[in-house]
């Protein structure tokens, strides 16, 4: 089932890449960045109460809040390059370069979380990075 939850979240990525790009034209990215995060912050939050998820809020140890606003904060950061970027650049090599994070994340998760590196992963990482380099020089 995770495959399928991956597939829907590079289709919606994709998605985002082509309204990001119609939607920032013409205005300052961060400010397009910042209405984009509001209709995600309700978007999301509607989800979690209409589920009523919200009363796992009590059971978050104070790990789980550092390494949240860590990666909320990764996210804003990524979030602000990305739609620089779009503003910038085409849409087909900002999203290979965008893409490059699927690398980085399994050099990253070798590294911290002591994942194994096969060799079937590694090719992969390579590709990619090939790949992204390849649409990225123009």
Do not use: H
């Amino acid at each position: 089932m995770w495959f399928v939850y991956a597939l829907l979240s590079a289709f919606f990525a994709a998605l985002t890449a082509i309204f990001a790009k119609i939607g920032v034209a013409n205005i300052n990215s961060n400010l397009a960045t910042g209405i984009r995060t509001i209709i995600v912050l309700f978007m999301i939050w509607g989800i979690v109460l209409v589920k009523g998820e919200a009363k796992g809020i009590s059971s978050l140890s104070k790990e789980n809040l550092i390494f949240l606003t860590i990666s909320g904060v990764a996210t804003g950061l990524s979030w602000i390059f990305y739609f620089k970027a779009l503003q910038l650049g085409d849409v087909s090599q900002v999203a290979p370069v965008d893409k490059l994070s699927v690398a980085l994340s399994i050099i990253l998760a070798v590294l911290f979380l002591n994942e194994s590196l096969t060799l079937k992963t590694a090719i992969g990482a390579g590709l990619i990075i090939a790949g992204t380099i390849v649409l990225a020089i123009k």
